[in-house]
T-cell receptor
C-alpha cells in the first residue's frame, strides 16, 4: 500500500537537544511538506520541498531545518533554537509541483520536550 | 498566516442530523479543500472545489463556494457517529510555489 510513514509516533527529548523526525513516502510524489499542529489550532507550515535538493521556508521555519536528498524522504530536525518545540508534527506529500494539489498526510509524530 | 477560519469551532449533533461547517478566507484563491482529522491521526482529504465552481458533491458531502463572499460551507448529511472528527478547510492561493494554508478547524461530535 502506498502512503506516508512518520516515525516515531511519540518522541521525548530534553530541552537543548536536537531531534530529527522521519518522513518517508512511497507515492512517488514530487512535493513534501511539514506542518506543526498545536492543541485547538490549525496547521502551520514549517517547510516544504517541491523537488529533490530544494526546499522553501514556511510561516514558522525558525528553529527547524530540513533536507531533501531523496525524493521519498524529507526529514525534519527540531533544533535547540526552537523556543516551544512540544507539538504534533505532520508530514504530507502531493503529486506534481503546482500549488493547490490535495495533500496526503502521515499519522504524525507527537514530540514532547521537557 | 491564517487564511481560512472555520465556524463554528465546535458542533454537537445527534446521529441522522445534518452538520454544516463554514469557512471564510481573505485572499483570492485557486481552489479550496476540506480535510478531516480523527483524534491523534493525520488529515484525510475529503473534497476539492475550484474557484470557478459553486457546488460539489461527494457521497454525503456537499461543498459550496462563494468567491464574492470569500466563503465556503461543508454539509454532511445524515451524520453518523463515525463522522466525529475535526474538519479543516485549506486554501490554495493564486501564487506559484506556495503551499496550502489551513484554518483552525471545526470539531464535530456526533452522538448516537
Amino acid at each position: 500500500d502506498g502512503g506516508i510513514t512518520q516515525s516515531p509516533k511519540y518522541l521525548f527529548r530534553k530541552e537543548g537537544q536536537n531531534v530529527t523526525l522521519s518522513c518517508e513516502q512511497n507515492l512517488n510524489h514530487d512535493a513534501m511538506y511539514w506542518y506543526r499542529q498545536d492543541p485547538g489550532q490549525g496547521l502551520r507550515l514549517i517547510y516544504y520541498s517541491q523537488i529533490v535538493n530544494d526546499f522553501q521556508k514556511g510561516d514558522i521555519a525558525e528553529g527547524y531545518s530540513v533536507s531533501r536528498e531523496k525524493k521519498e524522504s524529507f526529514p525534519l530536525t527540531v533544533t535547540s533554537a526552537q523556543k516551544n518545540p512540544t507539538a504534533f508534527y505532520l508530514c504530507a506529500s502531493s503529486a506534481g509541483q503546482g500549488a493547490g494539489r490535495p495533500l496526503h498526510f502521515g499519522n504524525g509524530t507527537r514530540l514532547t520536550v521537557t | 498566516s491564517q487564511q481560512g477560519e472555520e465556524d463554528p469551532q465546535a458542533l454537537s449533533i445527534q446521529e441522522g442530523e445534518n452538520a454544516t461547517m463554514n469557512c471564510s478566507y481573505k485572499t483570492s484563491i485557486n481552489n479550496l479543500q476540506w480535510y478531516r482529522q480523527n483524534s491523534g491521526r493525520g488529515l484525510v482529504h475529503l473534497i476539492l472545489i475550484r474557484s470557478n465552481e459553486r457546488e460539489k458533491h461527494s457521497g454525503r458531502l456537499r461543498v459550496t463556494l462563494d468567491t464574492s463572499k470569500k466563503s465556503s460551507s461543508l454539509l454532511i448529511t445524515a451524520s453518523r457517529a463515525a463522522d466525529t472528527a475535526s474538519y479543516f478547510c485549506a486554501t490554495a492561493v493564486n501564487q506559484a510555489g506556495t503551499a496550502l494554508i489551513f484554518g483552525k478547524g471545526t470539531t464535530l461530535s456526533v452522538s448516537s
